[in-house]
Protein backbone atom coordinates (compact mmCIF):
# COMPACT_ATOMS: atom_id res chain seq x y z
CA UNK A 1 0.00 0.00 0.00
CA UNK A 2 1.13 3.17 -0.66
CA UNK A 3 1.26 6.48 1.23
CA UNK A 4 -1.97 7.90 -0.23
CA UNK A 5 -3.53 4.74 0.19
CA UNK A 6 -2.62 4.50 4.07
CA UNK A 7 -3.99 7.97 4.30
CA UNK A 8 -7.61 7.05 2.64
CA UNK A 9 -7.49 3.89 5.14
CA UNK A 10 -6.21 4.81 8.29
CA UNK A 11 -7.61 7.18 10.93
CA UNK A 12 -5.11 10.10 9.99
CA UNK A 13 -7.03 11.87 13.19
CA UNK A 14 -5.47 9.33 15.70
CA UNK A 15 -2.36 10.17 13.95
CA UNK A 16 -2.47 13.84 14.89
CA UNK A 17 -4.02 13.30 17.96
CA UNK A 18 -0.77 10.93 18.88
CA UNK A 19 1.61 13.62 17.81
CA UNK A 20 0.10 16.25 19.75
CA UNK A 21 -0.64 14.74 23.39
CA UNK A 22 3.66 13.32 22.30
CA UNK A 23 4.09 16.77 22.18
CA UNK A 24 2.34 18.25 25.49
CA UNK A 25 3.82 15.19 27.16
CA UNK A 26 7.46 16.03 25.63
CA UNK A 27 7.03 19.43 27.11
CA UNK A 28 5.87 18.73 30.78
CA UNK A 29 8.37 15.72 30.99
CA UNK A 30 11.20 18.47 30.57
CA UNK A 31 12.61 18.59 27.02
CA UNK A 32 13.21 21.64 25.29
CA UNK A 33 10.61 23.52 23.92
CA UNK A 34 12.44 22.48 20.48
CA UNK A 35 12.81 18.87 21.20
CA UNK A 36 9.03 18.36 22.54
CA UNK A 37 8.27 20.21 19.15
CA UNK A 38 10.04 17.51 17.29
CA UNK A 39 9.03 14.35 19.05
CA UNK A 40 5.53 15.79 18.38
CA UNK A 41 6.05 16.10 15.03
CA UNK A 42 7.93 13.04 14.83
CA UNK A 43 4.98 10.98 16.67
CA UNK A 44 2.74 11.65 13.66
CA UNK A 45 4.68 8.75 11.85
CA UNK A 46 4.47 6.35 14.72
CA UNK A 47 2.08 4.05 12.28
CA UNK A 48 3.39 4.33 8.95
CA UNK A 49 4.54 1.45 9.00
CA UNK A 50 0.70 0.19 8.14
CA UNK A 51 1.27 1.70 4.29
CA UNK A 52 2.99 -1.70 3.84
CA UNK A 53 0.24 -3.78 5.84
CA UNK A 54 -2.79 -5.14 3.32
CA UNK A 55 -6.10 -2.79 3.45
CA UNK A 56 -7.42 -6.19 3.99
CA UNK A 57 -6.00 -6.71 7.50
CA UNK A 58 -6.11 -3.10 8.56
CA UNK A 59 -9.73 -2.35 7.51
CA UNK A 60 -11.00 -6.03 8.89
CA UNK A 61 -14.20 -5.39 10.41
CA UNK A 62 -13.74 -8.36 12.86
CA UNK A 63 -10.67 -10.60 14.97
CA UNK A 64 -7.79 -10.93 13.05
CA UNK A 65 -6.32 -14.34 12.75
CA UNK A 66 -3.53 -15.13 14.35
CA UNK A 67 -1.46 -14.93 10.71
CA UNK A 68 -3.03 -11.54 10.32
CA UNK A 69 -1.99 -10.18 13.66
CA UNK A 70 2.00 -11.59 13.19
CA UNK A 71 1.63 -9.77 10.03
CA UNK A 72 0.56 -6.16 11.60
CA UNK A 73 2.87 -6.29 14.02
CA UNK A 74 5.86 -5.82 11.51
CA UNK A 75 4.47 -2.39 11.22
CA UNK A 76 6.50 -1.36 13.62
CA UNK A 77 9.68 -2.68 12.05
CA UNK A 78 8.76 -1.81 8.29
CA UNK A 79 7.99 1.81 9.35
CA UNK A 80 11.29 1.90 11.38
CA UNK A 81 12.52 1.01 7.44
CA UNK A 82 10.58 3.53 5.63
CA UNK A 83 11.96 6.26 7.77
CA UNK A 84 15.51 5.04 7.99
CA UNK A 85 14.78 5.34 3.85
CA UNK A 86 13.59 8.64 4.21
CA UNK A 87 16.49 9.57 6.37
CA UNK A 88 18.42 8.73 3.92
CA UNK A 89 16.51 10.65 1.60
CA UNK A 90 16.91 13.82 3.51
CA UNK A 91 20.19 13.24 4.06
CA UNK A 92 21.03 13.29 0.07
CA UNK A 93 18.47 16.33 -0.21
CA UNK A 94 19.98 18.42 2.17
CA UNK A 95 23.48 17.77 0.40
CA UNK A 96 22.22 18.66 -2.35
CA UNK A 97 20.23 21.33 -1.26
CA UNK A 98 23.19 23.25 0.21
CA UNK A 99 25.49 22.93 -2.47
CA UNK A 100 23.77 22.28 -6.10
CA UNK A 101 24.83 26.43 -6.70
CA UNK A 102 28.58 25.41 -6.30
CA UNK A 103 30.75 25.32 -9.56
CA UNK A 104 33.53 23.24 -10.91
CA UNK A 105 35.92 26.32 -10.41
CA UNK A 106 35.26 27.39 -7.39
CA UNK A 107 32.64 30.19 -8.38
CA UNK A 108 29.59 28.82 -6.52
CA UNK A 109 27.57 30.42 -3.62
CA UNK A 110 30.08 28.88 -1.14
CA UNK A 111 33.51 28.67 -3.23
CA UNK A 112 33.37 25.07 -2.95
CA UNK A 113 35.41 23.52 -6.31
CA UNK A 114 35.73 19.91 -7.94
CA UNK A 115 35.71 17.27 -5.81
CA UNK A 116 34.95 19.30 -3.12
CA UNK A 117 31.39 19.28 -4.17
CA UNK A 118 29.58 16.72 -2.94
CA UNK A 119 28.56 14.03 -5.94
CA UNK A 120 24.95 14.29 -5.76
CA UNK A 121 24.80 18.00 -5.83
CA UNK A 122 27.05 18.18 -9.35
CA UNK A 123 24.71 16.04 -10.88
CA UNK A 124 21.62 17.85 -9.64
CA UNK A 125 23.19 21.26 -11.04
CA UNK A 126 23.34 19.87 -14.29
CA UNK A 127 19.63 18.84 -13.82
CA UNK A 128 18.70 22.55 -12.11
CA UNK A 129 20.35 24.17 -15.06
CA UNK A 130 19.15 21.54 -17.92
CA UNK A 131 14.92 22.27 -16.99
CA UNK A 132 16.02 26.11 -15.84
CA UNK A 133 16.80 26.97 -19.30
CA UNK A 134 14.67 24.41 -21.29
CA UNK A 135 11.22 25.33 -19.22
CA UNK A 136 9.52 28.53 -19.87
CA UNK A 137 9.46 31.27 -17.21
CA UNK A 138 7.44 34.39 -16.56
CA UNK A 139 10.76 36.37 -17.62
CA UNK A 140 11.55 34.11 -21.01
CA UNK A 141 10.38 31.88 -23.40
CA UNK A 142 11.99 28.01 -22.81
CA UNK A 143 15.88 27.44 -24.93
CA UNK A 144 15.65 24.59 -27.26
CA UNK A 145 16.91 21.80 -25.77
CA UNK A 146 19.89 21.99 -28.66
CA UNK A 147 20.70 25.44 -27.16
CA UNK A 148 20.55 24.07 -23.51
CA UNK A 149 22.99 21.23 -23.94
CA UNK A 150 25.61 23.78 -26.05
CA UNK A 151 25.35 25.75 -23.18
CA UNK A 152 26.20 23.27 -20.43
CA UNK A 153 28.58 21.48 -22.53
CA UNK A 154 30.56 24.73 -23.10
CA UNK A 155 30.50 25.12 -18.93
CA UNK A 156 32.03 21.62 -18.56
CA UNK A 157 35.12 21.85 -16.32
CA UNK A 158 34.04 25.65 -15.59
CA UNK A 159 30.70 25.43 -13.71
CA UNK A 160 29.81 21.29 -14.02
CA UNK A 161 31.55 18.44 -13.91
CA UNK A 162 32.55 17.05 -17.02
CA UNK A 163 31.63 13.45 -15.71
CA UNK A 164 27.98 14.26 -15.65
CA UNK A 165 27.92 16.68 -18.24
CA UNK A 166 29.25 13.47 -20.51
CA UNK A 167 26.11 11.44 -18.83
CA UNK A 168 23.75 13.94 -19.83
CA UNK A 169 24.86 13.77 -23.13
CA UNK A 170 24.93 10.56 -23.82
CA UNK A 171 21.60 10.32 -22.33
CA UNK A 172 20.45 13.65 -24.11
CA UNK A 173 17.72 12.10 -26.24
CA UNK A 174 15.99 10.83 -22.97
CA UNK A 175 16.29 13.91 -21.32
CA UNK A 176 14.37 15.48 -24.20
CA UNK A 177 11.83 13.47 -24.39
CA UNK A 178 10.58 14.93 -21.15
CA UNK A 179 10.01 17.96 -22.81
CA UNK A 180 7.44 16.95 -25.33
Known sequence: MDLQAFVNT???????????????????????????????????YHDIGKCDIPPEILNKPGALTDQEYSIVKCHTQLGGERIAEALRVLSAASVISEHHHEKWDGTGYHGLAAGEIHPYARLVSVADVFDALASKRVYRDACSIGDV??????????????????????????IAALYR
Not at 149 to 170: C, H, K, P, R
Open 149 to 174: IGYITNLAGVQFDEAVVSVLLAHADE
Open 10 to 44: TNCEHSIRVSEISGILAKYLGYSQKEALIIGQAAI
